[in-house]
């Protein structure tokens, strides 16, 4: 997870079986709005990575993920 602006970013992997009994992986990005305003605009999104084709070089694409943690307190 990862926090640009007012919206949080979850990476999530899939696997997905093929049709010759394999699996593939399906690579997606989660965000929430938390400054969607609830019932006029969603707050939840997704889509799929994009890699720009020059930085591809043998078909493949790895997604790097960091982990952070927030503690908030009150006093």
Do not use: I, N
Not at 4 to 24: E, H, I
């Amino acid at each position: 997870m990862t926090v640009v602006d007012t919206k949080l970013y979850f990476l999530a992997g899939y696997q997905v079986p093929t049709s010759d009994d394999r699996f593939r992986t399906v690579s997606l990005v989660h965000s929430f709005d938390t400054s969607a305003v609830p019932g006029l605009v969603p707050a939840w999104s997704s889509f799929e990575p994009k890699m720009d084709p020059d930085d591809v070089q043998d078909g493949s694409k790895e997604l790097f993920s960091q982990c952070c943690s927030v503690h908030l307190s009150s006093s």
